[in-house]
């Protein structure tokens, strides 16, 4: 029997990589597990994740099994195994905000009734929510939350509205007993990740930062969501991310940017930064990045399940500081890459809360 019982909401481009990993990882296909950040976490393997409901608003998601529906249009994320059939009917949430009106010809509404969804979850077992909807549906991840305090679900928020984050939310959070983390989740080799990274690296061998960028386009939905409705507020986030690894102020701007089509799931990422060394030497780095963005978020976000159900198992209510900082983007504490990282590695292991 699954150990951690979890429910999706928009079963898009993540949620398609996400099903298709737990199939192919978790026991389905054998896949090679070195290709994941921590093939077991804690106790827990990726057979230990079942997903036991999902919810979407588009008519050729809804009412299908989550194992035909992640492979429905306009998903366009890259299909690397069959998953056959999981007896998960995708029920129908209510829209709310979750459809821009620059995508209304892209998703398609579904005409059926929306589900009473705290209700749903309940029923399902699960014991944590993965939400998954669209960066600029605000109103949509707030009903989620909302449901999930109802139900007493722990709250996974992938997207850059702000929850974990927020004193209010937080507050509601533990109020209720239950876990939340985020926001936005961070990707496994993302433009953000990489940028870190590279700050990282310029600053611990001395290099002065003058300034930098990283600007990028991509072709999933989600790019023309967050083109319309979250640019600014995905903007922001990241750039604040990215500044946390550089001890000094410096100008700093990194942000999604425009919609390409026919790049489909791909994201191209274009970084710049210009420092200097002895003598005011300059040293500039120009770099390109191509990866493609539904699969890029899948290893950070197994392991932020996990991570949320070992939370669970020891008892932690409102945002999981350690989970947050090292899965996600705009946590309530951010740290830089290498520190995040060893925070979650010690609370992993570690049997006392952190
Ligand atoms: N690497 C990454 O792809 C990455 C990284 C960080 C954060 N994220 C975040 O993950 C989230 C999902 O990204 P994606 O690429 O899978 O998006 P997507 O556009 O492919 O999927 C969104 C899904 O939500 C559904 N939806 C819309 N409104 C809904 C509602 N009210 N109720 C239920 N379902 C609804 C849509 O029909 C669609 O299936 C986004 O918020 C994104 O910012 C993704």
Redesign the pocket.
């Known amino acids: 029997m699954a150990k951690i019982k979890v429910a999706l ?8 990589s996400l099903v298709q990993s737990l199939h192919h990882y978790g026991g389905g296909n054998s896949g090679d597990t070195a290709e994941l950040a921590h093939p077991i976490l804690g106790s827990y393997e990726l057979a230990d994740i079942e997903v036991v409901a999902a ?4 008519k050729r ?1 809804v009412g299908e099994d989550l194992s035909k529906a992640i492979f429905s249009e ?2 366009n ?1 890259p299909v690397f195994t069959k998953v056959p059939s999981m007896r998960v009917t995708v029920q129908r ?7 821009a009106s620059e ?1 209304k010809e892209i ?1 398609l509404e579904s005409k059926e009734k929306p589900v009473d969804v705290a209700a749903a979850l309940k029923k399902s077992g699960a014991k944590i929510l993965v ?5 600029g ?1 605000k109103e ?2 707030q ?2 939350a909302k449901e999930c305090l109802k139900a007493g679900i722990a709250f996974i928020n ?4 702000l929850l974990a984050t927020e004193e209010k939310w937080a507050q509601k959070f533990t109020k209720a007993q239950v876990p939340i983390v985020g926001d ?4 496994q080799l ?1 433009a953000t990740a990489l940028h870190k990274a590279l700050l990282s690296f310029l600053t611990s061998r001395g290099a002065r930062i003058i300034e930098s960028y990283q600007l990028d386009v991509g072709g ?4 023309l ?2 083109l319309h409705r ?1 640019r600014d507020q ?1 903007r922001a986030l990241k750039s604040k991310s990215v500044s946390t690894e550089v001890p000094y102020d410096v100008p700093v701007t990194a942000g999604s940017t425009d919609y390409v089509y026919f790049l489909e ?1 791909r ?1 191209e990422s274009w970084f710049f930064c210009r420092s200097r060394g002895i003598g005011g030497a300059e040293i500039v780095i120009d770099l390109r990045l191509m ?1 493609m ?2 699969p ?2 899948t290893s950070i976000l197994l392991d932020v399940i996990r991570a949320v159900q070992i939370g669970l198992d020891r008892g932690f209510v409102g945002p999981i500081d350690p989970v947050c900082s090292y899965g996600f ?1 705009a946590p309530p504490r951010p740290y830089p890459l290498q520190i995040s990282e060893a925070i979650f590695e010690h609370y992993v292991r570690s049997t006392r809360p952190v």
């Open positions: 909401v928009g079963v898009g481009n993540c949620a398609s919810f979407d608003v588009d998601k306009p998903n994320a949430g209510p829209t709310l905000d979750g459809i995508l998703v939400c998954l909807l669209p960066g549906a949509a991840v009903f989620y992938t997207t850059p509205v936005d989740l961070m990707s993302g999933g939905t989600e790019s969501d967050a979250a995905k799931n994201r990866s963005d539904a890029n978020s983007k």
